[in-house]
Each structure stands twice: as structure tokens, then as C-alpha cells.
């Protein structure tokens, strides 16, 4: 089992909508994969065509083990192979209670073998709060996927992104790497473009060489609450969230 | 003095790009504006040239009433006529410090005729959180302004934002009104013209009649670190963000 955090403080950048379609081109390849919504807008929730007002027991539950022992921990999408533990508001109560608890960053980190044993991957899909969901979701995983855009605010926020990879590998994750992911990238747009090379320059390795183009299919996915893959599975889009998958299962094969 | 806060849960709507020209466009026309930075990301601080790591005192700091008392709590910007109360990463400590204090959210509905005195317009730009940082901004304010995009998340956000204004009109502010934004608009995208008809059908006398185009002009704006009226005097968004100054001054000047 493979854990995948997509993170960043910054809002806006196609966090949520890079967990479902990556989620869904691994599923399309025959691993069996496991979505954790930890957003209180509860996105990804809705991104998969569940309804947040259904979700019983949320991942803030499962951390504070506040849920009853019967109840399934997460539920089957309509896509094959492709699981979700829901969202919904009450995730906002988590930067109130998490940090009261001993240990409270790597709650997640000793859960994670209990509740993603089944599956072959698991992706955190993150609310945009450098806060205790953030710094467990990093602390339980393989990789953070950080979804950026060529925007000045965008990469104002890699500094701190980066900064808590770095702490929480320190404290609590040695093997924790990260890949940046270009998202929203118009090819006609000046500053997309000067941006984009900025990024190359300052984080070459870093950078995964898969680039997500704007694509209007995505917001048309995003309301028929399902993947791209499924909903246009010959647009740009489809095709280049195949390509990351394909990247990313080599990169936490490797590392 | 009128208190407008910028605020919506959902990342990336142009919360801080609305904060920064709007304040601008109210102080090309003769009026003195303070902005505050309640976001982590301290975004607007950048929007208006300043830089993060200079920011002394923030406004958890004046909430906590933790700051040296000879500090200068806002900072002139190079726009005649508009301050800042900057912000820094050290925000990200308030949904863990405010929520122990007695009324933790009418701290700075206290505090604001203290430090707004001096302006005719104090304008808030708060993090994508419904958080302790947000109900202050609302209970604090005559008016909410909610960016949002005509996109599925975006529109979906707009019931948890709205039922928090409504709690916080109940319980601390009973002359909050609110206007919605729409932002970032492509008029030759399907789905965003879908969209704006049904926000126009479901939140008629609530919508703005300024739309704010999607113009890159605007992402020039960020990176220089000048609002967009003095970037880019003649360019659309530049126009359509006076247009709102106009509209929000007679919005406030009304209720
Ligand atoms: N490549 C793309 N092309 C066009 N639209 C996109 C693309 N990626 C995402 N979007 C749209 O942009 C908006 C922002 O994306 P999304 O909500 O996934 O970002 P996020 O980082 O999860 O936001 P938040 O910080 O609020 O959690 C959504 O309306 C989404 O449908
Ligand atoms: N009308 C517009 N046209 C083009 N780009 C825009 C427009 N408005 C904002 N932007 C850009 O879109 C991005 C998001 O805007 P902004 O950062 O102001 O949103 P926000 O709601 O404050 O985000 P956050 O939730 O992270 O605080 C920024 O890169 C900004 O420069
Ligand atoms: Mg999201
Ligand atoms: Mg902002």
C-alpha cells in the first residue's frame, strides 16, 4: 500500500480535483484505491457523486476513534476498484480537537496500516490550511503531490508547503518526498508560460514532467460528480491524468 | 467607517485579488482605506508590495492584545490613501488561540472602532477556513462580499458560507448583509454562463451586477505588487473593479 498526499496551503489549485482523476486512472489500471476526503468543503465527496450529508464517520472521527465499530469506514464509488472515505463540515472542528490529543501529528501515520491495509493506493486530499490535517496527512504518507499553478500567490506558497515536508520528514516521515504538479497551465498565457519556466529553473527535479492543461471537461466532471476518465475519457485532461498516474506509480515505486 | 469582509470557504475565488482593487478603486476616489491581512498566506500583504516577513504586529497579535503598544499597527502602502495591516504565517495560530478566549468571535467587533477609526472603509480578507478568523470578520462587518466563480465547487460552497452568515447575524450582528461576486468570468465558456444564470435564478437580490472578467492582466497586478487601478489603469478588470467600488458604496451607504 502506497500513501499519496495532495497538498497545498493554497487555494484554488485543483487539489481536489488531482485526487479523484489520479485516484481514477489508478483504478482504471487495476489497483484498487482508496480516496480520503479531509476538506470540510467536502469536494472530493462530492467530485465521486456521494452526497457529504450521508457520510456518517469521517476521518476525523476515525483519528479521534469517535465512530461506532460497526459502521463501514468507507464506501464503494461507481467506479470500479475505486473506494471513499468521505467529508463533510464537521472535518472543521479538526485544528480544535486534534491538537489536544498526545502525538496529535501522527494519529494518521499509526491508523493508516489499519485502514488502508485493502488497498493498493491511498490519496489525501487536503483543505487549503497548513494545520493538524495537513501535517498528519504528510506525516502518514509516501509522497506529497503538491498541484501548483503558474500564478504568483502559487508559488509564493511553495515556501511554506515546503517548509512543513521538510519539518514533518525530520520529525516523523524520513522516507516523505514530494513531486510539484502543474495544474490549470494555459499554453497561450504569457505568465503561465514565464512562470512555468521560473518553476523548471528553481525545481527541476522536483517538478514532475506531467503538466494538467486548462480543460473546461474538468468543471463539466466536476458537476456529473464523476471522474474525467469516465466522463471524457478522450479529453486532454483524461489523457494527461493517465500520465501522472503512470509517473507516480514509478515515482513511490522508487523511492 | 464601513467594515467590508471579503470572504467565501472555497480556495482560489479571488478573495485577495477582490481585497486588494477594491481597495484601491475606493481610494482613487478620495477615500481612505485600510486593508487586513487575516490570511496566513498573508497574500495581500504581497498584493500591495509589502513583504510578510517585515509584518510586526498582525491582527491575531491585536486581537490577543499581545503587541508592543508603541508598534505602528498599519503601514502606509504606495497607493495614496490605502493602508495595510499586514499579515504573516503566524495567523496559522489562530484557530488554536481565539477559540479560549471569553466571545472569541466579537473580538475584534470590539476592537475595530479602535483600530478602523481613522478610515472610511476598513476591508478584511480572510482564509479559505470558516474558522475563528472568519466569524470575527463577520460579526465585525456591515457587509459581506463572496467572491465566487461560476463553478460547481465554488456554487456548493456558497450554503456553508451563507448559514454562517446567517448564525453570526443571529447571534452578534444583526445588520449583516452580504453580496456575491462573481469572479474570474469567461463569457465564452458554456458552463460559466450556465452557472451565472443559475446564480442569477437562485440569488437574484444578492448578486452584484458587477461581473469581474477573467483578465491576465490582473495576474501581471499580483507579481508587481500594485492593485490593478494604477497597473493597469485602462484594463477591463481595472474598469469593472471601479464599477464595484461604485456599487459597494451605495450597497453600504443603503443598509
Ligand atoms: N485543469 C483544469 N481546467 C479547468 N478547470 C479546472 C482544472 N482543474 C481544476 N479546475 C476547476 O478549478 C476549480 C478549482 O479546482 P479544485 O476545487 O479542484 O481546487 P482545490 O485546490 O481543491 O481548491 P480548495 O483549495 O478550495 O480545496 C474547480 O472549479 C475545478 O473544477
Ligand atoms: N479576474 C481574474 N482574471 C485572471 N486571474 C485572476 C482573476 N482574479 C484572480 N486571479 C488570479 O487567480 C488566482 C486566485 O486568486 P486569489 O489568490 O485572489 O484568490 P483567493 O480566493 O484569495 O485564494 P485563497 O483561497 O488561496 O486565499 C491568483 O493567482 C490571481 O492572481
Ligand atoms: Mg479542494
Ligand atoms: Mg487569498
Redesign the interface.
Known sequence: MKCIAVTN?????AK?TTTVNLGAALAEMGYSVLLVDMD??A?LT?AVGADPQEIRVTILDILLENYPSAEALWKPTKIERLHLLGGN?SL?LA??LL?HQPGYETLLQKKLPFIGARFDYVILDS?????ALMSNALAAADTALIPTQA???SI??LR?VLALIRRIREQYNPTLSYRLLLTMFDQR???HRTLYQYLHDHFAEGLTETVIPID?RL??S??AGTPIIQHAPKSRAALQYRVLAQEIIHHVEET
Open positions: 496551503e493554497k487555494g484554488g489549485v481536489t470540510a468543503q469536494n462530492l463540515p472543521n485544528e480544535r491538537p483543505p487549503p490550511f497548513l494545520g500564478e504568483f500567490f509564493y506558497a511554506n498565457n504569457r505568465i473546461t468543471r463539466e466536476a458537476i
